[in-house]
């Protein structure tokens, strides 16, 4: 079974400050990769999915990821951020190309101070 | 497209009582999900639906869950004879077909459930 690892439960950043979240899965097959964010009383969206292709996937508000094989790893990056990147950001991954049963990861809780 | 819709928004309960909650896909979605989130935890997959069929159920679902899509709209999740460890956040998504692939997730604001 697959499963998915956020080292982060909580990061502070400044405003404008660059800001990586960092994201482990374990697998030993093929897998699917996804950021989720979760803004207050919101209901989770997605930031970017890696399916295949490029390794480095690009995201919505400026975000990034880079699929990383050998580390087994999916971060989550982004130059500068916001006051509005404030939220709860969620990795998850699936074996299954065909579906959307996600295993997601225990969250991450950006901060951003102006 | 008005989103993913879920209600109740919240509901206190006592133990031993028969919850359920009710899920409007963005129409036209013809796949639905069920999630459930506990506090300091990510969503876990409990079900999902293609069309009106269900098929796949976590080991998570125990017998007192139950969840239908009977016309392959709305969709329902009960919970009979409610735990203390029932209290969660339960969250419907739906997706529509990607020619077999994977989608993307539209996730409901959820529906918090607290048993006392």
């Known amino acids: 079974a697959q499963s998915v690892t956020q080292l982060d439960s909580q990061v502070p950043v400044f405003e404008e400050a660059p800001v990586e979240l960092r994201c482990n899965y374990s697998?030993?097959?093929?897998?699917?990769l996804f950021w989720y964010v979760q803004y207050p009383n919101q209901g989770l969206q997605l930031l970017l999915k890696?399916?295949?292709?490029?390794?480095l996937v690009k995201g919505i508000n400026g975000f990034e990821a880079e699929f990383n094989k050998s580390q087994t790893s999916f971060h989550l990056r982004k130059p500068s951020v916001h006051i509005s990147d404030t939220a709860e950001y969620f990795c998850?991954?699936?074996?299954?190309?065909?579906?959307?049963?996600?295993?997601f990861g225990t969250g991450t809780r950006l901060t951003i101070i102006p | 497209d008005t989103g993913v819709s879920q209600d109740p928004r919240h509901k206190i309960t006592k133990r031993g009582q028969n919850v359920t909650f009710r899920c409007d896909p963005i129409?036209?979605?013809?796949?639905l999900y069920w999630y459930r989130q506990t506090l300091g935890q990510g969503p876990e997959f409990l079900t999902y639906?293609?069309?009106?069929?269900?098929?796949?159920k976590s080991r998570l679902l125990s017998d007192r869950f139950s969840a239908e899509r009977p016309k392959g709209s709305f969709s329902t999740l009960e919970i009979q004879r409610t735990e203390q460890g029932d209290s969660a956040m339960y969250l419907c998504a739906s997706s529509a077909r990607d020619r077999g692939g994977t989608g993307e997730l539209f996730f409901g604001e959820g529906s918090r459930l607290t048993v006392l």
């Open positions: 697998s030993s097959v093929s897998v699917y």
């Open positions: 890696y399916l295949s292709g490029s390794t």
């Open positions: 639906f293609q069309n009106e069929a269900q098929l796949e």
């Open positions: 129409s036209e979605h013809n796949r």
């Open positions: 998850a991954v699936t074996l299954n190309f065909g579906n959307e049963k996600l295993t």
